[in-house]
Nanobody, 121 residues
Framework: QVQLVESGGGLVQAGDSLTLACSAS??????????TNWFRQAPGKQRELVAT???????NYPDSVKGRFIVSRDRSVATVYLQMNRLKPEDTAVYYC?????????????WGQGTQVTVSS
């Protein structure tokens, strides 16, 4: 089994920066990482994809966060980071990481439990 744990959320002011971490543990060493995504969900809204880093290291962002959010990884500690800069009140949400793993025959999709980010104006 694989576990993903997010950390780093909190209460910040508009304009501040915050870095989230998504740490993977469990039976991951024999698996290939296809991609890790960061999603967020604000109350009453649909879950929104905010960053992707592929197994090859390519990154993608929606326009809503492009230029402010940076996704990166440290494979040595099986952790993916989301650096969030120039935060806005509309960035307030629960942030989730999602990693897609695979081996020769299967594909697995794992989610973390989420971490709350609150940006005050």
């Amino acid at each position: 089994q694989v576990q993903l744990v997010e950390s780093g959320g909190g209460l910040v002011q508009a304009g501040d920066s915050l870095t989230l971490a998504c740490s993977a543990s469990g039976s991951i060493f024999s698996l290939k990482v296809n991609a890790t995504n960061w999603f967020r969900q604000a109350p009453g809204k649909q879950r929104e994809l905010v960053a992707t880093i592929t197994g090859g290291g390519n990154t993608n962002y929606p326009d809503s966060v492009k230029g402010r959010f940076i996704v990166s990884r440290d494979r040595s500690v099986a952790t993916v980071y989301l650096q969030m800069n120039r935060l806005k009140p509309e960035d307030t949400a629960v942030y989730y990481c999602n990693t897609i793993f695979s081996d020769d025959t299967h594909l697995w999709n794992f989610w973390g439990q989420g971490t709350q980010v609150t940006v005050s104006s």
